[in-house]
């Protein structure tokens, strides 16, 4: 396994950790990956804890590649 290079910003905090820090702050401020929540009569479709997980990841990633 390939040893990734860790680097850091002039703050001294890492970019991974700056990264899960924006993950957290977007997931609990939209609720992302939570599925969307329904008014009126609709049926509201709520995600399993696996597609939660995948969505949370796919959001790091995202996060991960802003800081790039």
């Known amino acids: 396994m390939a040893e990734e290079k860790n680097e850091t910003t002039p703050g001294g905090r890492s970019k991974e950790d700056i990264a899960l820090d924006m993950m957290k702050f977007i997931a609990q401020t939209t609720n992302y990956g939570k599925g969307g ?6 049926k509201q479709v709520s995600k399993t804890a696996e597609e939660h997980a995948d969505a949370l990841i796919e959001l790091y990633g995202k996060c991960r590649k802003a800081l790039a």
Do not use: V
């Open 37 to 42: 929540a329904t008014t009126g009569f609709s």
